[in-house]
């Protein structure tokens, strides 16, 4: 399982307001591997992590999940393979206030089709994981930054995707913390062998990685992404 985006344009605007983010852009991200996007501010780090989540279609060129193109699906088919496919961990988290942290798993799993009660043990067992066993019944007011994004972490995996797409995980997270948010991402990457591209300023993130790309290499002539990769 790969993502490879292939001849990847993403253009906004017209004539004068034309702005070109990529042109032809070529990358590839392996499983189990976490990738670091780093680069200056409009770089393209979030533009990037919205084409690869088909939350935005890119102007040409393709996007393969595993070999299967989605940017010229229908709106359908693609909602299909966000809620199947891909998992998303945001700057704050996005937790629903109200629900506690077993609840924001079960919810997720709840809008993806899949029955909840069923599930209830699981998520205990997926909050275990990222060391919040002690924290099951606190809701998102209760808990500190870095536990917020550890439950956003454990909701982002609990289906199983096969792609995980984080936007700046430790923006909002104490400095002491934000190593320990970003080796588990890395660690939990190699295990569950997902695809993780990781958008960030953070050089704790980058520190964990993988692998770094560096947007600002990434030319919009298309420049292959392999050369800052480690
Ligand atoms: N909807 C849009 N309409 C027009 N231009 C856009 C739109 N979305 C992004 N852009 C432009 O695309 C470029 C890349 O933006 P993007 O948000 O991907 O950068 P970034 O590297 O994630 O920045 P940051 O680190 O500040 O989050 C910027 O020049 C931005 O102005």
């Given at each position: 399982m790969s993502l490879e985006l292939t001849g990847v344009t993403v253009a906004f605007g017209h004539a004068d307001a034309r702005t070109t983010v990529f042109d032809g852009l070529d990358v590839t991200f392996e499983p189990g591997r976490m990738t670091a996007l780093v680069g200056?501010?409009?770089?393209g780090k979030s533009t990037l992590l919205a084409v690869a989540g088909a939350l935005l279609r890119p102007t040409a060129g393709q996007v393969l999940l595993d070999g299967e193109d989605?940017?010229?699906?229908?709106d359908a088919r693609r909602a299909k393979v966000r809620r199947e496919r891909i998992g998303y961990m945001f700057q704050s988290g996005n937790l629903l206030s109200g629900l506690t942290a077993v609840e924001q798993l079960l919810a997720a799993a709840y809008i993806s089709g899949e029955r909840p009660r069923a599930h209830r043990s699981r998520a205990e067992e997926a909050l275990t994981g990222v060391g919040l066993g002690h924290r099951l019944r606190h809701r998102p007011e209760q808990l500190s930054g870095g536990e917020r994004q550890r439950v956003a972490l454990a909701r982002a995996l609990f289906l199983s995707p096969k792609l995980l797409l984080v936007d700046?995980?430790?923006?909002?997270?104490d400095r002491s913390q934000a190593g320990e948010l970003a080796e588990l991402l890395a660690e939990r990457t190699r295990r569950d062998g997902c695809v993780t591209v990781v958008a960030t300023h953070d050089p704790a993130v980058a520190e964990a990685a993988d692998r770094v790309v560096d947007m600002a290499e990434l030319s919009v002539t298309g420049a292959s992404a392999g050369l800052s990769g480690r």
């Open positions: 200056p501010s409009g770089s989605f940017a010229g699906l229908s700046e995980p430790t923006a909002a997270v």
